[in-house]
């Protein structure tokens, strides 16, 4: 359990007042000249131009001032405790500084995907009923309607009239009260609430990305967060004063959300960016802890993977030859010298800790980067159980599990009817667990028992050394109308790794046979088409020249049934793929395909492409 009454904000507080130096925030360097330095020597003067490095530090001590300015004016615009304020904004320092002024209060933060629509907005603010919004930009304020009755905040330079620009927050200089009644907390008891906020306070409200329906604000407590990061400290996720996160996938999930507490928990300073600045800040960060969806994982691989497969001669032999080197000794090092290691330099070079969650994930995936000597711990959690509930570490990493579960989070395996004992529902209970759905007391008690049991909904199996499997979903079946069953996640546990297939929907609910929708990997695809000589133009998708090109659609559907066959070896007989259509469009957040965790939308596909699914079975 938790330490006491310690909760993130006062770990947070406590290194804003006793070590106000320490970096606490990476952020672009605004300065681009080089700066000229004299230099003298036995062979005369001249100037030595040292180029501006590519980031600055913000301490404890700045960071936190900005928080305290926060708050000053929360408070004077008559926000209290227990109230709400929501943030929709890209990742950006601002946004976990606002965070953290709307805990300090004693408020509830709600966090908003930047990529949601304005629709979504108006029900998300009106559901919670949010007093404050935080926008990163006036293009994400435009999205809140001039009718809903908020006060606005916009992060960076505005244009709009109705808003309150970050900067004058800043400039106010009213952190000084602020920072003395802090000052003042840390000196009171830890038994006493720091704050006044106490550990079963609400500090968040995380509305779930959901593939269907409404989503529903899952209430998190400061004492969900503050066990999170103290039982992942306990279970062997030790951080170092080395350490640099580089923090990119949206702060309105609970896998990034949890890894940004873990951070102020253990003063890890962190850079802040968009998805697609994520690959050139590795290099130029060169971030010790990194963090990724499947998604994220597969797309780095598949990179790396084609920049190996492009080796010839020489060169294509040693890549081979590395990978062959699996045994510890003379081979393996040099193994690594020559080929590993300049895979690692590509993503920074000081990578140590790096985490996968949020979905299944191939054990090919997390293989390959522990073959180039990156280790790739996979963990497992919901919304509902602040993130982690296990998770593997760096001394103990199976391949395939998702870890042993965390000191403080009980853990049982309860019989589904029709269901072996391999498959049973994954039910936990402690701190880390959800107390409840906001205004949502009859969903409140389908989901957790009158004992505090949460039912997950995801099936598993413990092996005798107390790791956990994740075998599937209670409730997302498929069964042919001769009775056989097959759960979609197998289907795509054995495609997920081939190059080819980016997401595959399995159907076949009542029908004979099984089959699949795909969405075609666009990269991976550009190159099969490549290399048979076909050239797609720079605004033409694969997808889209599927439907009119016959060459590109011979060439993908061979691609794709190929990796099926491969896949349906790995299935019983009866779950096997007979047949597959792919799907002429690209899958993404912004057309709604998935999720902005980038999960497919299984519902949705189907509600969109039933057609494709009756011509499939059509006689």
Known sequence: ?????????????????????????????????PTVVPVVSPAGGHVAVIPPLPHMELSFGECGKRVAEIMAFLRANGFKKGDRAAILSWNCAEWVWTDFAVQSLGGVTV??????????????????????????????????????????????????????????????????????????????????????????????????????????????????????????????????????????????????????????????????????????????????????????????????????????????????????????????????????????????????VLLTGGAAISPEIIEFFNSVGLPLLQGYGLTETTAGLSVNTPENNRVGSVGRVLDGVELKLVPVEGRGPEDREIWVRGATVTRGYWNLPEETA??????????????????????????????????????????????EKALDGDAIVQYIVPVGDGKPYFSALVFVNELNARELLSKAGITLGATATVAASYETQPEVRKLIDQAVGAAIEAGNKKLEKWEGLKKFRVVPVEATVANGLLTATLKIRSEEVMKRYGQLVEELYRK
């Open 1 to 33: 359990m938790s330490k006491s009454n310690d909760t993130v904000i006062r770990r947070y507080w406590k290194r804003v007042i006793h070590t106000p130096a320490k970096p606490s925030v990476l952020i672009k360097n605004p300065t681009t000249t």
């Open 111 to 352: 966090p908003i995907y930047p990529n949601t629509g304005p629709e979504q907005v108006a029900y998300l603010l009106k559901d919670s009923s949010a007093s404050f919004i935080f926008a990163s930009d006036d293009a994400q304020m435009e999205k809140v309607s001039a009718t809903i009755g908020i006060n606005r905040v916009v992060i960076t330079e505005t244009k709009m009239s109705s808003v309150t620009p970050m900067a004058t927050i800043f400039a106010a200089g009213q952190s000084g009260p602020e920072l003395a009644r802090i000052e003042q907390a840390l000196l009171e008891s830890t038994n006493k609430p720091f704050l006044g906020v106490s550990l079963s306070d609400p500090a968040t409200i995380i509305y779930t990305s959901g593939s269907t329906g409404q989503p529903k604000g899952v209430v998190l407590t400061h004492e969900a967060f503050a066990t999170e990061c103290d039982g992942l400290g306990r279970h062997g996720l030790t951080t170092s004063d080395d350490d640099v996160y580089l923090s990119y996938l949206p702060l309105a999930h609970v896998f990034e959300r949890s890894v940004a507490a873990l951070c102020a928990w253990n003063g890890i300073p962190t850079f802040f960016c968009k998805v697609e600045e994520m690959p050139e800040a590795l290099k130029t960060v060169r971030p010790t802890v990194f963090v990724g969806v499947p998604a994220v994982w597969r797309k780095i691989k598949d990179k790396i993977q084609g920049q190996l497969d492009s080796a010839t001669g020489l060169k294509a032999k040693l890549v081979r030859w590395a990978f062959a080197q699996k045994t510890p000794g003379f081979k393996r090092w040099l193994a690594d010298t020559l080929v590993f290691k300049k895979i690692r330099a590509g993503l920074g070079g000081r990578l140590r």
């Open 446 to 491: 389908k989901a957790i028992t009158a004992d505090g049991w949460f039912k997950t909904g995801d099936l598993g199996k413990l092996d005798d050394d107390g790791y956990l499997y994740i075998t599937g979903r209670a409730k997302r079946m498929l069964k042919t109308d001769g009775g056989k069953f097959l759960a979609p996640e197998k289907v």
